[in-house]
């Protein structure tokens, strides 16, 4: 069942509608999977460019059943970029715009997550709770599971923008407990816009994306936890391709 509802996040000031799966079959209580640009996730009419991940359908298909709450992004100029922006940045495509990812963050944890435990048949548990996105929603979702670690266990960093803020970012790893359970994904695609892999069968040091995904996952690993990086063959920066990485991120997140 797919309900959509709008909720008011104090935090940001603003109601942000949510899409949120519950599971037609299995045994409650489940656990939850937060997503960031929710309206791409189920259906393609809400989708963005059309095209949505087909996760309704992939979850409908797979023995291990969930909530799913994605959260929409706002969509005036610069807005998306500044509600999944942790940091100020001084350079590059990026510069000027107002940093809101933390408050983006403190309204998922102490308001949504609280209401949809409260609820929905949840449990609300860090280790029964992920967290995923793409691009700027894959920079954010690396950011909360470092920032919010007693919360959430599981990331999805799906081709994530951490180019930009990854000094910022990686600082921020060193000096922050990670419990050894945490799970994250990093991923890219060879055709992807910014830094394309020359050759998928060696490690591309000089592709950026490679670097920040590669970085991220090495500070996982030294902390204890798992890192999985995959390198898609042919991918591009949309949620046709995205949508490819399902079969790959999910069962490994959730340990099948």
Known sequence: MLIKQDFYFNSLGADRPLHIRIP????????????????????????????????????SKWDKQMIIVGVECAHGHNERMSEYLP??????????????????MQGIIYELKPYIDATFPTIPF????????????GLMSAYAVVRYNNYISKAACVSPSIGSVSGKFWHDMNNTYMSPDTRVYLSWGTQEGYGKIKDPDVEDTSSWIYKTCRGTANKVIAAGGAAKLYCQIGGRHCEADWEKQLGIFMPFLWQE
Request: aromatic letters at 18%; a negative charge; charged letters at 25%.
């Open 24 to 59: 037609d079959h299995g045994e409650p209580p489940f656990p939850v999977f937060y997503f960031f640009d929710g309206h791409n996730l189920f259906r393609d009419e809400d989708a963005t460019f059309g095209k949505s991940w087909g996760l309704d359908e992939y979850c």
């Open 87 to 104: 940091y100020g940045v001084n350079y590059g495509w990026l510069k000027g715009i107002e940093p809101l990812g933390e408050a983006t």
């Open 126 to 137: 860090r280790e029964c709770t992920a967290i995923g996105g793409s691009s700027m929603g």
